[in-house]
């Protein structure tokens, strides 16, 4: 909106400033932030007086899980409060990629709301039936898929080689749709302790606002090989937003947590990374830098195929954070050295950017 107003002013004295997606990037991480934190106290206040006694912990997790009964979930909305204000201000509301990345962002919030809702008005860990869940996230990614077509071609562009793709012609279509359900599902399964899955998200949304700003400039897309979208860089400061609302968030999701994200926040979240990743062109690229939500999302796949078939389990307790508590490692330590992985893997995501 704020560029809109600026574009009709001709960008004229403090104006110019909005021009410029650097400091528009900046001044939606501030926006974020500072609106996550001023409406953090009272909206968790809320949600405890409405849901009581909170999210259901489960029954067959860690013992130490129990502790945490009364926290009440729900929290990813304070996240996407923040995010969506923060983008309706600062981003070009012309661009077909912010429409498609709010579609997701917001639609996939919405079915992640309806299964907390679910699972806090039955007082079960169940919620909606997951073949619900996923048709939803489906229809909303297909919507999503055929916006971001409309601007990119249909190629997957393969890292560490330059001008390398394979030409997916429609099927690009529903790939696209599953990087985006795929991401989403697995924010979510990480999202088991406090904290865990929330930092990881803003050093991946830190990431792909470098992959973002740099993929709609054409020098700096010709230069390091990659490819160009125009419009691209505008999605740099949906990532600073994310990361804003998600740093407000972690003030009071640290531990012990004060408020759970819950599957509004993580469902959203994830959804939101994989339409990045989509509208950018660095669909693999994501599953290297957000390579901590492939292990989660890959341990409880064998977790589930291996007992299925040998009644036998491969991990202690599925996801692989639970594996970890399990062997005896205390929250906090799993927490922080699966941060440590993030950036290790962020790191090596922002490296494909030059090694082609």
């Known amino acids: 909106m704020l560029y809109l107003i600026a574009q009709w002013l001709e960008f004229d004295g403090l104006a110019n400033l909005v021009r410029y997606q650097t400091f528009r990037a900046g001044a939606a991480l501030l926006t974020a932030l500072v609106i996550g934190l001023l409406i ?34 729900m929290g990813g909305l304070m996240i996407l409060t923040s995010v969506l204000v923060s983008m309706l201000l600062w981003m070009d509301l012309t661009n077909p990629f912010v429409w498609a990345c709010m579609a997701v962002t917001g639609g996939f919030g919405a079915i992640g709301f309806m299964d907390d809702y679910d699972k806090v008005a039955k007082r079960s860990t169940k919620g909606v039936s997951g073949r619900v869940r996923l048709l939803g996230e489906f229809a909303v990614a297909g919507v999503a898929s055929w916006i971001i077509v409309s ?38 399964l990480t999202d088991g302790l406090d904290g865990l899955a929330t930092m990881p998200v803003v050093i991946a949304a830190g990431t792909f606002a470098i992959i973002a700003y740099l993929s709609g400039r054409v020098d700096y897309s010709h230069y390091l090989g990659i490819p160009h979208v125009p419009g691209a860089g505008d999605l740099a400061i949906f990532c600073t937003a994310i990361m804003g609302a998600g740093l407000a968030f972690l003030w009071f999701n640290a531990p012990p947590a004060a408020v759970f994200m819950g599957d ?93």
Do not use: C
């Not at 409405?50 to 999210?55: A, D, L, S, Y």
């Not at 560490?160 to 599902?185: E, Q």
């Open 40 to 73: 953090g106290p009272r909206f968790i206040n809320m949600l405890r007086v409405r849901q009581g006694k909170g999210q259901p912990i489960r029954e067959d997790g860690p013992k130490t899980h129990f502790a945490k009964r009364g926290t009440p979930t």
């Open 151 to 188: 601007q990119i071609s249909t190629n997957l562009y393969v890292p560490f080689l330059s001008g390398v793709y394979i030409p997916l012609g429609p099927f690009y279509y529903v790939f696209a749709a599953f990087v985006m359900v795929g991401a989403g599902n697995a924010v979510n």
């Open 264 to 356: 509004t926040g993580s469902l959203a979240l994830g959804g939101a990374l994989g339409a990045i990743a989509v509208a950018s062109h660095h669909e693999i690229v994501l599953a290297i830098v957000g390579g901590l939500f492939v292990l989660e999302a890959a341990s409880v796949i064998i977790q589930v195929f291996f007992f299925k078939r040998t009644g036998k389990r491969v991990f202690r307790m599925a996801p692989i954070h639970h594996h970890f508590e399990q062997l005896g490692w205390a929250e906090s330590t799993v927490v922080i050295r699966f941060w440590i992985v993030s950036i290790v893997l962020a790191l090596l995501g922002l490296a494909t950017l030059k090694v082609r």
